[in-house]
Structure formats: structure tokens, C-alpha cells
């Protein structure tokens, strides 16, 4: 059970639900019915995965999997973004390809699309990171470097600019397109 509630952390939703089923075949006694509940509670909505769904125009929207997966494939035809924080492996979709992102590279280009438009500086953004890991700004600086060269890949040529650094002050996610961030509950 503790294995499926990882999964479900995680964003891999098929994995949390395979081993939530093998925890439900196993227990035939029925000795871990409230901690099965639990679980299914934990990686389900009413039966269904959860997702949030953040719109550029909108408040955040809950919404099953089967949900997120339709909003994904309706950007990808209407010209928009999406950033998909769902999954083990963080991807950004725009109208011209798909990028996949390092999890920092994806909670970091999160928080820039979050704040837009607002200039985040370098201190800001080193809060993506657990208080005890010491890095040095520069390290910000290498990693906006990567989002923006794996970024290129998804916009076409007109579309390009999604990250303005403003000098000695810091970042902003200035890209035209309505953007999506998909992330587990």
C-alpha cells in the first residue's frame, strides 16, 4: 500500500493502481480494509485519478487523469503550452514539439509560469531547492540556460521568447501563448 502511495506522489498513476490492486488481491482476509480505504482514498478521486490543472486565464481546476489527457491533446491543436508535472518525467508541450524537463528544470519554469508576470530574482527562485542544499546563484543562471535551449524545440520562431532575464534583477516568463501546468494533487 505505502508503495502505491508513492506512486501516486510520484504522478505515475497506473503503478499506484497495479500495486494497490496487488495489495487488495493479497489481503483475502480482509485484515487492512481501513488502511485499503485509506489508500484508495489517497490515489483516487471518487474512483478517478486527480489532477490539478492550472490555466493561464483561470483559477486551478481539479480533474481526472482521463480529463488531463484531453486538456493536453486540445493544446497541442489550439497553439497553446503546457507544462505536465504529472508524471515521473516532467514534460512542456507546445504547438511546435514536446521537451522533457529535469524535475528542477520543471518546478523551476512552474514557479516562473505561476508568478508571470512577475520578475523573480535569482534568490527567489533558489526556494525551489530544501533549505539545506547550498547552491550558488550561478547555478540558477546554468539551469534557466537549459530550460530555455530545451524550450526552443517546442515554439516556433515568432514564439520563441518564454523567459526575459532582466539584468541584476532576474527572471520572467513572458511567452504569448496560454500556458497549463498539470500536476498531481
Not at 489508500?39 to 488531463?68: C, M, W
Not at 486538456?71 to 505536465?84: F, I, R, S, T, Y
Not at 521537451?99 to 534568490?123: F, G
Not at 520563441?160 to 498539470?182: A, E, F, M, N
Amino acid at each position: 500500500m505505502t508503495i502505491s502511495k508513492a506512486y501516486s506522489q510520484l504522478g505515475e498513476d497506473e503503478m499506484a493502481f497495479r500495486f494497490f490492486q496487488k495489495a487488495k488481491e493479497i489481503d483475502v482476509e480482509r485484515n487492512f480494509t481501513s488502511e485499503m480505504n485509506d489508500v484508495e482514498k489517497f490515489i483516487t478521486q471518487d474512483g478517478h485519478y486527480k489532477r490539478l490543472v492550472r490555466f493561464s486565464d483561470e483559477p486551478i481546476n481539479l480533474s481526472t487523469l482521463e480529463q488531463a489527457e484531453i486538456l493536453k491533446n486540445e493544446a497541442a491543436v489550439d497553439g497553446e503550452a503546457e507544462l505536465d508535472l504529472s508524471h515521473l518525467q516532467p514534460t512542456f508541450t507546445g504547438p511546435e514539439g514536446v521537451a522533457t524537463l529535469e524535475r528542477k528544470e520543471a518546478e523551476i519554469l512552474r514557479y516562473l509560469i505561476e508568478r508571470e508576470p512577475i520578475v523573480v530574482s535569482k534568490e527567489e527562485l533558489l526556494t525551489v531547492w530544501a533549505d539545506d542544499d547550498a547552491l550558488a546563484l550561478n547555478t540558477i543562471k546554468s539551469y534557466i540556460s537549459k530550460i530555455k535551449r530545451k524550450l526552443r524545440s517546442c515554439y516556433t520562431e515568432e514564439n520563441s521568447q518564454t523567459i526575459q532575464t532582466i539584468r541584476g534583477q532576474g527572471y520572467r516568463w513572458v511567452s504569448t501563448l496560454p500556458t497549463k501546468i498539470i500536476k498531481v494533487l
